[in-house]
């Protein structure tokens, strides 16, 4: 029995051994099974991570920027392709060198100390800057720096992403110089002269000084342009600017303002007299005879002249006088200066009593709309119509636009004005709906109609009193050469009447001041290229530059683009090539009455060679 005992108990000591090496295995089991997750986890990270490598590495190949990659030392480590194609160099031209290399003289070295003193204390730097390419020529690139640092703070690399902006740049000059510069005179257009001519006043004021504002008309040049062409004409008027501009002290502005007006800002002049000799010599710069090939071309000036402080208080005023001063000048003879005194004060109350007569004219309905229809050349489809109103005179018959808006200009009447011309395109548009007919319509607005304060609260209450018409019927134009006092204002007030559902555009562009600016700030939809050279693009190649600049300064920014004056077929053919399919003119349709548009519209058809 004891022996049947012991073994019972050995049994069941083993047996606990057994039970113990059991749990041990299952012990090591749950391990090893945790242990395989653990790796089967880290399989997958693994398997993430080399994607997200794979893809920064696809990234960095086929991005279209310039990729430049430094270690803590500046010293490139590595480049993409697109740095190569951006630059000129391969990256074993540049691998562990600085990229000093590729700054160009545009900027100075207080420049680059500022940019790395901002990314060391930033982390970042963005800005635009001008390198230089391999072959030698300037680019200018918009570039983005970030510096990567370790655990502990120490740098270890930068990374630089480049966007080459070269081709913006060179739109945004060419804008700049058609903002500040005539075209052809290469003089300071209105803008810079609004610009130097505030400057001069103050400057004036104090120092006791004064200063005369000089205001040309030149005297028989449609004549010259009539017999001899354009290009004649445009080559007398660089010659007489030159001529005008060498008579003038190195401090005074000469400024072409458009077509043969010029003005001439005389500065820090002691009494009214010193501007004597000063004019004298523009008149004799005007006056003598300039030879042209075979003729003998000789025109004269007729010039108005008002002096600050005396004549008026601000650019505008002293413009004005001077503009008065220049057509007395014109009636008494012409080749002559007058300035501005108390006769033309009357000229004034003329002025007023022709406001007077179209207020009358308005109490007694005598204004009317015309329209232009707009067409896409390429497919034939009507866009709209532009509004163009005329005033139907009880004596004088039909008198056009630019015979009565400018006397009622900044004035209260021609907000009333303005707001029946959009009323009436609203009417008209109403009308034409009933008849099946959808007509978008384009009116003009001028600059002191939108910057008045209640210009959205006006707005929206001719829309209101049209509600059967969509607002998107309606495009209010401005135009280019409109002097905008408050852009950012304007801007919010034309964002507004978007959300109406009104679109805006862009007239007679190229011929103002502001392009840039107006294109940067403004939401327009829609560019229109002046007729003015539209006219000449066949034969003048200047021209034909512009149009083209127009097109594609229209395409970099985005909006639409439409051609005004386009007066053959020819002309629409040279516009489709150039890519502006849209297009207004005599060549599809002169300005015509309201009841004429429906049948006009039913026997439209575009030119073969137009839809080729």
Known sequence: NKELAFQNKEKDKRADELIIANKEKDKRADELVIANHKLFLQNQENEHLLKKLKRAASVFTSANESIIITDANGIIVEVNEAFSRITGYAAQDVLGKNPRFLQSDRQSPEFYTEMWDRLLAKGTWRGEIWSRRKSGEIYAEMMAVSIVKNATGVLQHSISLGTDI???KNYQSQLEQIAHFDILTNLPNRVLLADRLSQAMVHCQRNNLKLAVAFMDLDGFKEVNDKYGHNVGDELLIALSQRMKAGLRDGDTLARIGGDEFIAVMVDLEKIEDSAPLLERLL????????????????????GVSIYPQDGSDADQLIRHADQAMYVAKQEGKDRYRLFDNALANAVKAQLQNIDDIRSGMDKCEFLLHYQPKVNMHTGEVIGVEALIRWQHAVRGLVPPLEFLPVIEGRAISLKLGEWVIDNALTQIKQWQSMGLSMPISVNISAYQLQQDNFKTRLAGLLSAHPEVNPSHLELEILETSALENISKVSVTMHACKEFGVSFALDDFGTGYSSLTYLKHLPVRLIKIDQSF????????????????????????????????????????????????????????RPMHADDIPGWFANWQIDDSWQA
């Open 284 to 303: 004799t710069a005007v006056a003598t005879p300039i030879e042209f090939d075979d003729a003998v071309l000789k025109v004269s000036a007729s010039i």
């Open 166 to 168: 070269t081709e913006l």
């Open 534 to 589: 539209v006219y000449g693009m066949l034969e003048d190649n200047d021209d034909l530059a512009i149009v083209k600049g127009v097109v594609g300064l229209a395409k970099a920014f985005q909006r639409d683009v439409i051609a005004e004056g386009v007066e053959s077929i020819a002309h629409g053919v040279a516009l489709l090539k150039i890519g502006c399919e849209l297009a207004q003119g005599y060549a599809i349709a």
